[in-house]
């Protein structure tokens, strides 16, 4: 059981507006930045969003980030069918010492 | 460009160890912490543990600590994960990542090497 908590599926069809949750507690996203992978099948994760909304050079600003109390989430706008990935939060926990992930949301582009 | 290479997974018996190896380029690896992050089958991402970039600390997760050692090598700009007293659950394919330091997220990753545990 992974220590933040994403949905496990999210779906939109092209050019539509989706939102993926990344939930978590006081331990971690409350006091620690949040980050943002997308994966691709049989590639290596990919860094979309850090410390909480800042988008790394040649992501495109359809993404979009955002962090309040202990829960975080990404946006995706303008969905395309190249957005469909899995992805994942992560943030610093300091109960464990450790760097934790939620379980990943797969989305699909319908 | 920045480039991050693993190799050294495969088949290997309960119990056993083996070693992983990353092979950087394309940037300044002393300047960089390394993790190792891992993915088993139809299972999310997991951290296994990181190295600072002089080398002096490392930190892991709680279910690798005592397993897993990480240790790099910075005239061969390689970082390397040793695994021993492997278990099944530690099928998975093993990714390693750099981060600009201890206290930020990887930033780049490799596309990971496949380690599965089986008798």
């Known amino acids: 059981q992974s220590a933040l908590t994403q949905p496990p599926s999210a779906s939109g069809t092209p050019g539509q507006r989706v939102t993926i949750s990344c939930s978590g507690s006081?331990?971690?996203?409350?006091?620690?930045?949040v980050y943002w992978y997308q994966q691709l099948p049989g590639a290596a994760p990919k860094l979309l969003m850090y410390l909480n909304s800042q988008r790394p050079s040649g992501v495109p600003d359809r993404f979009s980030g955002s962090k309040s109390s202990t829960s975080a989430s990404l946006a995706i706008s303008g969905l395309r069918s190249e957005d469909e990935a899995d992805y994942y939060c992560a943030a610093w926990d300091d109960s464990l010492s450790g760097w934790v992930f939620g379980g990943g949301t797969k989305l699909t582009v319908l | 460009q920045v480039q991050l290479v693993e190799s050294g997974g495969g088949l290997v018996q309960p119990g056993r160890s083996l070693r992983l190896s990353c092979a950087a380029s394309g940037f300044t690896f002393s300047s960089y912490a390394m993790h190792w992050v891992r993915r088993g089958p139809g299972k999310g991402l997991e951290w296994v543990g990181f190295?600072?970039?002089?080398?002096?600390?490392?930190e892991y997760a709680d279910s690798m600590q005592g397993r897993f050692i990480i240790a790099r090598d910075s005239s061969t700009n390689t970082v390397f994960l040793q695994m021993s007293g492997l278990r099944p659950e530690d099928t998975a394919v093993y990714h390693c990542?750099?981060?600009?330091?201890?206290?930020?997220?990887?930033?780049?990753w490799g596309k990971g090497t496949t380690v599965t545990v089986s008798s």
């Open positions: 006081s331990s971690n996203i409350e006091n620690s930045y």
């Open positions: 990542a750099r981060a600009p330091n201890t206290v930020e997220a990887p930033d780049v």
């Open positions: 190295i600072s970039s002089d080398g002096t600390n490392t």
